[in-house]
């Protein structure tokens, strides 16, 4: 094992070092929050499949394929056709606004009246994500070191906490870049083969398996819509999401490397399933169908490129989490204690008056800490992720995507959807239990019904408004941040 925790050591010292190199580039709120929008088409794709192929799409994805064959894969598909989705129709638009949250494009459409509430929501989302990838290391750790759950957690956590401290998107961009490549070494050119072949091949595979395993429908249509509504959606409203979309250089790479990752996504799913189908061959009778993927690696994996597995199981929780942190840090900062303080104007999107970097870094700091002490607290991942998609999708998805194709939603309608919707999944999922799926079904009728009904009944948004968001859609007006910024042509 010693090689195998030579290759862990390197690639841990190596984010430190990215974080230290992003810290130097990240001298204005552009660049640390969005870097500096300036992303080309090869780095934006790369970092957004980092951010949405985290230790669920890696590690639980394997464990799916595990338990229900090929269509385990659905899970992380919906997340690419979300991917997708938001690329071809909407990523050109939210890439135009030049703002850093998805409350402030709230408050631009609907005239300054929604984003301390709507910030509310995307904070405990993000945050809730934050945990979860940061649990996650505690399952890697254990399996490179057999170390305690707590030394586990806080070991990754830091680590994370450190270069997006120093270096913001910056770093976390140029981290997610090597993780992007450890990711596809790692998962699709040696572990996938090497699983295929250890299984005996397909039709050994075939012959040793239910035939439900090789049904694309087998995990249930149910299930599916389920992760359509919650995985599929979220992808297009994520604060985590939107924030890699603002580093896009302009829209066309926003639309174009939004969409090679998608199709990257899809890719990766179908590549967890057959690995994990692979392991039921192998080994039919593992306690947790979690433990697929280190069980595999650990067993059936030489020396070194055992190592460089873990490493892309590890590369995919902290891309993962380093989007979460920043991005729970920004809505923190941005949308919530800024507004409370009276700092900014709701709407304002230009800098305020005191060194940003210095202010969004510390909260990145305080975020983390927070992270890491919940991660600990925290037992039932499962649960916490789904009350956090819930909110989400739930609460937010209508007055989002409204405000983007209806004119005539009004800021009355959007905050009493907001309200309606989270209340609404609340009390579903005290009633159902949070794994049930009417929560997030009726919860989004309710939503939609309440914002279609305010919106009607009150009375249009202000022209002036609405004037000033078309010109920020068409690309008219934005940033000032953003002025100086250069385009990067490395990129």
Not at 188 to 198: D, G, S, Y
Not at 242 to 257: E, H, I, L, P
Not at 402 to 426: C, E, F, M, N, Y
Request: charged share 15%; with cysteine.
């Amino acid at each position: 094992m010693a090689v195998d925790y030579t290759v862990i050591v390197i690639y841990l010292l190596g984010m430190l070092a990215m974080g230290w190199w992003g810290m130097r580039r990240a001298k204005s709120k552009s660049e640390f929050l969005v870097a500096g929008r300036r992303l080309g088409p090869w780095f934006y794709s790369g970092t957004m499949a980092a951010i949405v192929l985290g230790g669920a799409s890696t590690i639980g994805g394997v464990g799916l394929g595990y338990q229900y064959g090929l269509s385990g894969a659905w899970m992380v598909f919906t997340i690419g056709l979300g991917i997708l989705a938001l690329s071809i129709f909407f990523s050109a638009r939210i890439a135009r606004l030049k703002v850093y949250t998805v409350s402030e494009m709230l408050d631009l459409r609907y005239g300054g009246k929604a984003g301390v509430i709507s910030g509310v929501v995307m904070w405990a989302y993000t945050l809730m994500l934050a945990v979860t990838s940061t649990i996650a290391y505690a399952t890697i750790f254990d399996v490179l070191f057999s170390v305690d759950r707590t030394v586990a957690i806080v070991l990754g956590g830091t680590i994370v906490v450190a270069y997006s401290t120093l270096g913001g998107m910056w770093a976390i961009t140029l981290t997610d870049m090597v993780q992007f490549v450890v990711k596809t070494i790692g998962v699709l050119l040696l572990l996938l083969p090497i699983a295929v072949i250890k299984a005996g091949g397909f039709s050994e595979m075939k012959a040793k398996l239910p035939t439900e395993y090789f049904d694309p429908l087998g995990i249930g249509g149910e299930t599916i819509f389920t992760y359509v509504l919650i995985y599929t959606f979220g992808m297009l409203i994520g604060q985590d999401i939107w924030q890699r979309v603002f580093t896009a250089r302009s829209d066309k790479v926003a639309r174009y490397g939004g969409a090679v990752a998608g199709t990257y996504c899809l890719v990766y799913a179908i590549a967890g399933a057959v690995i994990g189908t692979a392991a039921k061959v192998m080994y039919p009778d593992l306690a947790s169908a979690d433990a697929a993927f280190a069980t595999i690696v650990k067993d059936e994996l030489p020396m070194g490129v055992r190592g460089l597995v873990l490493a892309a199981a590890l590369a995919a929780v902290m891309s993962t989490s380093s989007g979460a942190l920043i991005a729970c840090a920004t809505v923190a900062n941005n949308d919530i204690w800024s507004r409370l303080r009276g700092v900014v104007k709701p709407g304002a999107a230009g800098d305020e008056p005191h060194d940003e970097v210095k202010g969004n870094r510390l909260f990145i700091l305080i975020m983390g800490v927070a992270v890491i002490v919940v991660a600990i607290a925290l037992n039932d991942v499962v649960q916490a992720l789904t009350v956090a998609y819930n909110l989400l999708v739930g609460g937010l998805l209508v007055p989002i995507l409204g405000g983007l194709l209806w004119r005539r939603g009004t800021s009355q309608g959007a905050l009493a959807s907001v309200v309606a919707g989270g209340l609404s999944v609340i009390g579903l999922m005290w009633h159902y239990g949070i794994l049930a799926n009417q929560p997030i079904y009726y919860g989004l009728l309710t939503s939609l019904a309440v914002y279609v009904v305010v919106s009607l009944a009150t009375p249009p948004t202000d022209a002036t408004v609405l004037a000033a968001w078309r010109e920020r859609l068409a690309g008219r007006a934005g940033d000032a941040d953003d002025a100086d910024a250069a385009p990067l042509t490395s990129a």
